[in-house]
């Protein structure tokens, strides 16, 4: 599994510098070594993970985004292993995904929300499920298509979302697809609100996860 996210992150005028970002991770099953990430195209080399949340931490040193500022946080998570679950289907294995989201007090205002779900290779039209989103304040139904890899994929968007609130989506599939990747009886642990160090501002989150990328 990747996950994926490019966060764009407006700070306050009055706040300080957002100098660290916690990036929640769906389980420990990865190697740090191959997170990568980057602020405004530039490399973050300060990757190691959170004394906050289970997951990631980025350290933004002299990239960090100065009080009035914009800047776009792109991380990038693979080899993510571990991630699926039972279905209740019969023959199906099933994932959820929870982006990643911060405390209230620390951010403010709504944001562009945006989350595609693409699911393994080979799936026909009419055999993989769409989780009904939990919390979300957009519409139920998802977009829906192939992407060039002949991936299925769901995708979630609305400008009314919030970067404070845990939503939750996911997907079930026939098990068959997942031969790369065992099924295990359980759900993924999904992080707590991020203490990002942010006094106050605005972010649009595009987040997508992929099963199984080449």
Same mark, same amino acid.
């Given at each position: 599994?990747?996950?994926?996210?490019?966060?764009?992150?407006?700070?306050? $005028?009055?706040?300080?510098?957002?100098?660290?970002?916690?990036?929640?991770? $769906?389980?420990?099953?990865?190697? /740090?070594?191959?997170?990568?990430?980057?602020?405004?195209? *530039?490399?973050?080399?300060?990757?190691?993970?959170?004394?906050?949340?289970?997951?990631?931490?980025? *350290? /933004?040193?002299?990239? *960090?985004?100065?009080?009035?500022?914009?800047?776009?946080?792109?991380?990038?998570?693979?080899?993510?292993?571990?991630?699926?679950?039972?279905?209740?289907?019969?023959?199906?294995?099933?994932?959820?995904?929870?982006?990643?989201?911060?405390?209230?007090?620390?951010?403010?205002?709504?944001?562009?929300?945006?989350?595609?779900?693409?699911?393994?290779?080979?799936?026909? $039209?009419?055999? $993989?499920?769409?989780?009904?989103?939990?919390?979300?304040?957009?519409?139920?139904?998802?977009? *829906?298509?192939?992407?060039?890899?002949?991936?299925?994929?769901?995708?979630?968007?609305?400008?009314?979302?919030?970067?404070?609130?845990?939503?939750?989506?996911?997907?079930?599939?026939?098990?068959?697809?997942?031969?790369?990747?065992?099924?295990?009886?359980?759900?993924?642990?999904?992080?707590?609100?991020?203490?990002?160090?942010?006094?106050?501002?605005?972010?649009?989150?595009?987040?997508? /996860?992929?099963?199984?990328?080449?």
């Amino acid at each position: 599994m990747l996950v994926e996210y490019w966060f764009t992150f407006t700070n306050d $005028p009055s706040a300080s510098p957002i100098d660290y970002v916690d990036v929640g991770t $769906p389980n420990d099953s990865y190697p /740090l070594s191959a997170v990568t990430a980057d602020i405004n195209g *530039a490399a973050i080399t300060g990757i190691g993970y959170s004394s906050y949340v289970d997951g990631i931490e980025l *350290a /933004l040193g002299g990239k *960090a985004i100065r009080p009035g500022d914009t800047g776009i946080v792109h991380v990038r998570i693979p080899n993510i292993t571990n991630a699926l679950y039972v279905s209740d289907v019969e023959d199906y294995a099933s994932f959820n995904f929870s982006p990643n989201y911060f405390g209230s007090e620390y951010v403010k205002g709504t944001t562009e929300l945006t989350v595609t779900l693409y699911l393994p290779p080979g799936i026909e $039209p009419d055999q $993989p499920i769409y989780h009904t989103p939990k919390r979300w304040v957009g519409a139920d139904e998802p977009q *829906a298509g192939y992407d060039d890899q002949n991936r299925v994929y769901y995708r979630w968007s609305s400008s009314q979302a919030n970067s404070h609130t845990q939503y939750i989506f996911g997907a079930s599939f026939p098990e068959t697809s997942s031969r790369k990747t065992p099924c295990k009886n359980h759900r993924l642990r999904w992080p707590v609100s991020s203490p990002t160090i942010i006094s106050s501002a605005f972010v649009s989150i595009f987040s997508s /996860l992929l099963l199984w990328p080449d």
